[in-house]
């Protein structure tokens, strides 16, 4: 299935979770927050969460900023 | 607002917190990580403000601000820079507050992209909406004291004016109004950009305020752990200077020798 990553389009397996998605990554889920459809998926919650088609992730961290 | 004082510590309290280190300091600009550690260590700072962007997911293997910067040491400040819309600083301080688990965090909406003066109608906006959820806070705004006192009203933890236009380096434009800002306000007020050199910073300390927040003045100077140094120890110098009380202004001599017993 589709979903768009970031604001790319990338092909991933049905039914793989955040957890998943972050594994395949090589994303530590610790240093990251995940918006999925505009809502907060909470890091408790990203083994649950399976993607589904057409879902808009994005992925962000702390970078150096003033 | 002085400030607490215990015997001869001094700090400030924000949201609940205390900060013994009134120079906050940014982390970006630098030429890499090691060089952002130094300078912040160099800085004494126990605040860093960081921006929250996304991850490179083509390679995430990149190194990390949190690898070099620790979060348990520091207190991480995630901002809204680069935010324009009430909305897009809300969702940023959303995914900030997931990402670091915290709930200071630092405002800014910006109002064009020339000068990066607050939109403080959409400062305000967003000031509702993070307040109602929760957040704690510290607000970077116009150096107007009726819009500092309204953000404060509505429950801002910290009110933090600009100085100078951000990355101007051109110090404290303003430093009547940021005097009537600090004498009105009972939330701790912090300068935040503008400073170009230390004595700058030193003028924001005079002032009054209780703090000051700086990234370019540090980052882009030419020995930038020198400058971070150099900043801490104005700060330091303004704020004993403040709380020792400066001479008024005379117009004319006054002699430092006493004048009887002249030959």
Redesign the interface.
Known sequence: MQIV????TRTVAAGLTVTGLLAE???DAR?????RN?E?V??SVFAATALAEGDRL????????? | MDGDQIGTEDFFTVAGKRFRSRLLV?????KD?TE?ARAIEASGAEIV???????N?SD??QP???DFVDPKKYT?L??T?GCYTAQDAV?TL???????GWNLVKLEVLGDQKTLYPNMVETLSATEALIKDGFDVMVYCSDDPIMAKKLEDMGCCAIMPLGSL??SGLGIQSPVNIRLIIEAAKVPVLVDAGVGTASDAAIAMELGCDGLL???AI?AAKDPIRMARAMKLAVEAGRLAYLAGRIPKKLYADPSSPLGGLI
């Open positions: 990553l970031n604001g790319e990554l090589g994303i240093k990251v927050a995940v918006e505009l907060i909470p890091k994005e992925i962000v961290h702390f970078i150096g900023g003033g | 940014g982390t970006g600009k630098y990580f952002t403000t960081v921006a929250v962007r996304r991850v997911v995430p293997k990390m601000l949190m991480y995630p901002n820079a969702r959303r995914l900030a507050r997931e990402a670091g951000i990355g700086m990234n370019t980052a």
